[in-house]
């Protein structure tokens, strides 16, 4: 039995009434996973990285909650379910998910009910870059905004790729926010002087450099981005956000 399942069945094999106390109530069941995974090694959000982020997204959407947020490597729903709190008070505001493993995908969505927010957190299983481009007519055709946060936390090597389909399909827009983990101890230097570069730089990289999340989905290196490094204990992120469109 994988650590995953373990921790879906530890917190599902509860006494009713214990379980009962945690549901419909999101930082609860934050607190069993963080728990479990504390004692079992299981390799969710740092406490320290995702109190990072959270004191980002309070300062970055004070006044205009997101109405789109947007997470690839969901894992068991652990960073959803924290995360999801920042969203706008609105029905159409959702959260999305990918996850590439179809048993974690499965566990995350059963955490997500629990805590009581299917209705604001989708769970997408398979490889992001294959439901991207349904993700991109869906936004477009409920919210008609690109997501403003997206928090990449899936394999280190889909960084650029994944980016670079996020453009393409316009889930990159003036405002949006990218929150990259794992940018430190070893890191993703790549990824870190893609997003810092210059626009001239990105153009001859998304020339040179064939896409590996899709052909047909170079990027746009006329992109404005401001990027910048936090560096914690054990691990970094890296904070990038669009500020324009290069002109001409």
């Known amino acids: 039995m994988s650590r995953e399942q ?55 959407y004070k006044k205009n909650p997101p109405k789109v947020m947007l997470e690839l490597g969901g894992y068991i729903g652990y960073s959803a379910i924290l995360f999801s709190h920042q969203l706008a008070p609105d029905s159409y505001a959702q959260y999305y998910s990918f996850e590439s493993n179809k048993e974690h995908a499965k566990i995350a ?15 997408v299983d398979g490889k992001a870059s294959n439901s991207l481009q349904s993700l991109g007519n869906k936004v477009a055709r409920l919210s ?20 670079r389909v996020l453009e393409t399909l316009n889930l990159i827009a003036p405002g949006t926010v990218v929150v990259a983990a794992n940018s430190y101890a070893g890191g993703v230097p790549e990824y870190v002087r893609y997003v810092r570069g210059t626009p001239a730089e990105r153009r001859e990289y998304n020339y040179d450099v064939r896409n590996v999340s899709g052909k047909i989905m170079p990027g746009r290196w006329n992109m404005l981005y401001e990027s910048k490094g936090i560096e914690l204990d054990d691990e970094g992120l890296e904070i990038t956000r669009c500020i324009d469109y290069l002109n001409g």
């Open 109 to 123: 969505r059963q955490l997500v009910d629990l805590a009581g927010l299917t209705n604001r957190i989708e769970i």
């Open 144 to 163: 008609y905004v690109a997501p403003a946060f997206v928090y990449l936390d899936h394999g280190k090597e889909l960084f650029i790729p994944d980016l």
């Open 6 to 60: 373990a921790l879906a069945d530890h917190i599902f094999g509860l006494p009713q009434h214990q379980l009962e106390a945690v549901r419909g109530h999101p930082a609860k069941v934050c607190e069993l996973i963080e728990q479990f995974s504390a004692q079992h090694l299981l390799t969710i959000t740092s406490p320290q990285r995702a109190a990072a982020v959270v004191v980002h997204l309070k300062a970055q």
